[in-house]
């Protein structure tokens, strides 16, 4: 079974694949992706799937096809850092009738190293 963290707008719920229903996470939660030395995107929705450490960013820029990112989630206001992870963008949504944005594989997900 899959297990999801959704963020709309900091507001971050569970999801179990194969299970009826929704938890809400109590804590607001923040994306920021670093690329090439910017922060494009900061706080933006996105879709966590941690069975497969990969994430949907919500977004009309996108990046381009195997761009090398770092991906920060964080809590603000005061932006403490949770974790960190190298990333590489693996797909872009950009369908008509679909969320436009990327698809980002996270390397060493499986290996959570928090910062405290």
Same mark, same amino acid.
């Given at each position: 079974?899959?297990?999801?963290? +959704?963020? $709309?707008?900091? $507001?971050?719920?569970?999801?179990?694949?194969?299970?009826?229903?929704? =938890?809400?996470?109590?804590?607001? @939660?923040?994306?920021?992706?670093q690329?090439?030395?910017?922060?494009?995107?900061?706080?933006?929705?996105?879709?966590?799937?941690?069975s =497969?450490?990969? @994430?949907?960013? &919500?977004?009309?820029?996108?990046?381009?096809?195997?761009?090398?990112?770092?991906?920060?989630?964080? +809590?603000?206001?005061?932006?403490?850092? @949770?974790?960190?992870? =190298?990333? =590489?963008?693996?797909?872009? &949504?950009?369908?008509?009738? $679909?969320?436009?944005?990327?698809?980002? $594989?996270?390397?060493?997900?499986?290996?959570?190293?928090?910062?405290?």
């Amino acid at each position: 079974m899959d297990k999801y963290f +959704i963020d $709309k707008r900091g $507001k971050v719920e569970e999801r179990i694949e194969g299970r009826a229903g929704k =938890k809400n996470v109590h804590f607001p @939660l923040c994306l920021a992706i670093q690329y090439e030395g910017n922060v494009p995107f900061e706080c933006i929705d996105f879709l966590l799937n941690t069975s =497969k450490g990969r @994430l949907f960013a &919500q977004t009309d820029n996108v990046l381009p096809l195997g761009s090398p990112v770092l991906v920060h989630f964080y +809590i603000p206001p005061e932006t403490k850092l @949770l974790a960190e992870f =190298k990333g =590489k963008v693996i797909e872009i &949504q950009e369908e008509e009738g $679909k969320a436009r944005g990327i698809v980002i $594989k996270l390397r060493d997900f499986f290996h959570i190293r928090l910062k405290r």
